[in-house]
C-alpha cells in the first residue's frame, strides 16, 4: 500500500487483551503497528509483541493523551513520517485507515481527520458544535487521525494530559493548516467498557477540554 511504509499504526492500549492481537495482525498490512500499553495488566503488552507489533510499555499509566505522546516520541525516533491513531479495541473498520493512508499520500496535506457518522455523546457532539462553527471540522474527537511527523515537531507536543486527544490537531488548524477528512464507521465495541468512560464522568472529562479550547481561542491560554 502506498505510503504504508513510513508510517505508524499508533495504538494506545489500557487491558486491551481481548482485541489487541486481530487489531495488530489487521492493520500491519497498512503501516507499523506501534502499541503503547499504558499500564495494562493483563497481558495487552505481550499478545500485541506477539502479534507483530512494536510496543512501548509505559508504567504507571499516563493516560490517552500521554500514551499517545509516547508513541509519537517513538515515531520520531524511529524515523517514520507519519502517524495514524488508532484504537486498540477494535471499533475502527480497516477500509477507514486505509483512507486516512491514502489520503495522507496522495495529497500535501499534513493532516488528515477522520468523521464519525455522529457523536458518541452529548459532550461530543456540543464540542463537534464548536469546531464545526470555528474551522469547518464536524467531528474533532474521532480517534482514528493521520498526523504528518513534521506537524507534530514544529508544535513540540501531542497534548498535555486533558485535551482528550485534539491538542494537536487543534493547533495545527489554528495555524491555518490545510486538511483532509474522511468518512469512517465505528462499529461496536468488542471487549468490556471503555477506559473514556460513560455518563457524567465521560461528559465532564469533554466539556473541561472544550472549556479549554475556547479559552485559548479567546485569551491564548487554558483554564487553570
Known sequence: MTGAGDTAILMPAFNEAETIAEVV?????????LVVDDGS???TAELA????????????????EGALEAGFEAAGRLGLRRVVTYDADG???????KAVIAAMASGNNRLVLGQRPEAARFGEWLFNVYTRLRFGVGDILCGLKGYDVSLY?????????????????????????????????VLPRQSGPS???QGFRANRRLLTALCDAVKFDLFGRKSA
Not at 485534539?166 to 495555524?175: P, S, Y
Request: overall charge positive; some cysteine.
Open 25 to 33: 495482525r489487521n492493520v500491519s498490512q497498512c503501516g507499523l503497528p
Open 41 to 43: 495488566t493483563d497481558g
Open 49 to 64: 509483541e506477539a502479534a507483530g507489533a512494536t510496543v512501548i510499555r509505559l508504567s504507571p499509566n499516563r493516560g490517552y
Open 91 to 97: 471499533q475502527f473498520e480497516l477500509a477507514g485507515l
Open 153 to 185: 515537531r514544529e508544535v513540540g507536543r501531542f497534548g498535555t494530559g486533558r485535551s482528550v486527544g485534539t491538542e494537536l490537531a487543534l493547533a495545527a488548524l489554528r495555524r491555518g493548516e490545510a486538511f483532509d477528512t474522511v468518512p469512517v464507521t
Open 195 to 197: 477506559r473514556f468512560g
